[in-house]
């Protein structure tokens, strides 16, 4: 039985799928967080389960965790693998030198430990996620929940003296209260519409005292796989300066939908 996808989760399928490729037996993987990220977890634990690859995976969520375990993938802690030879993760924006907005799901802080551990970042995306600019989608800051309207507000006045466009921010929700990250903090969304210096703005947010981590990722990503709901994978890799397309055959994937559903 084949399960139908709609066009959005066939991209980010394919784009999971090809990325699942670049894991090799015996490796440290860290596995990212959200929709395009649940996929690949999916995608590995169909390789472990199959076609026996042995692999470590090192979740960057609780809800990863949970999902990687269901897959029957040997999940272990940061601190056990302290080195990763890959993570795989999704991000909210992406732009041509492959930095990223990310957070979006609200895990960016372990998701950055966790990248930055990695001597490979491979962000799985689909094609609505490339922008000419950061910062049309809100920047999550996660801050500590003590004192954190004061945190906020000095966030705001320092965007208004780095004359960052935008300038509002609002408190991540959960319903009636504020969502709570897998570490307990809370998440500052900043509307900034448009980030000029994307560098600059992450080292100023992380000098703030009770900003915890921001959800820029500069200089961490090296090749970003970009999905289409028609098979097409692009590949983007800074390092080596490439940009190569692929077709992904739906046929041969089939018994991945069997039993795979979200
Ligand atoms: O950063 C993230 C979670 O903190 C996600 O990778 C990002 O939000 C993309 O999610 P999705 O794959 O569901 O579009």
């Not at 802080?109 to 970042?121: F, G, H, R, Y």
Request: charged share 25%; hydrophobic share 45%; proline share 3%.
């Amino acid at each position: 039985m084949t399960i139908e996808l709609s066009p959005i989760d066939r991209a980010k399928f394919v784009a999971a799928r090809r990325a699942a490729d670049f894991v090799e037996d015996g490796m440290r993987v860290g596995l990212g967080t959200g929709s395009t990220a649940a996929w690949l977890v999916r995608c590995l634990g169909e390789m472990v389960r199959d076609h026996g690859l042995r692999i470590k995976g090192v979740p960057t969520s609780a809800r990863t965790a949970e999902l990687a375990r269901d897959m029957g993938i040997n999940v272990i802690s940061l601190d056990e693998a302290r080195w990763l030879d890959l993570t795989i993760d999704g991000a909210d924006e992406f732009d041509d030198e492959l930095n990223l907005i990310k957070g979006g799901g609200g895990a960016l802080l372990q998701e950055k430990i966790v990248a930055t551990a990695s001597d490979q970042m491979i962000v799985i995306a689909d094609a609505a996620k490339e922008v000419e600019h950061l910062g049309a989608f809100p920047l999550p800051c996660e801050v500590i929940p003590f004192g954190w309207r004061t945190t906020q507000a000095l966030i705001e006045e320092t965007l208004v003296a780095m004359d960052v466009m935008g300038r509002a921010s609002s408190l991540r929700m959960n319903g009636d209260k504020p969502y709570i990250t897998d570490e307990g903090n809370y998440i500052v969304d900043l509307h900034l519409n448009r980030i000029g210096n994307a560098r600059q703005l992450a080292m100023v947010l992380n000098q703030m005292p009770g900003v915890v981590e921001n959800g820029l990722f500069i200089d961490i990503c090296d090749v970003v796989v970009i999905g289409h709901s028609d098979g097409r994978v692009e590949l983007r890799d800074i390092n080596e300066g490439t940009a190569t397309e692929e077709k992904i055959d739906f046929a041969e994937t089939d018994n991945l939908f069997s039993d795979l559903g979200d």
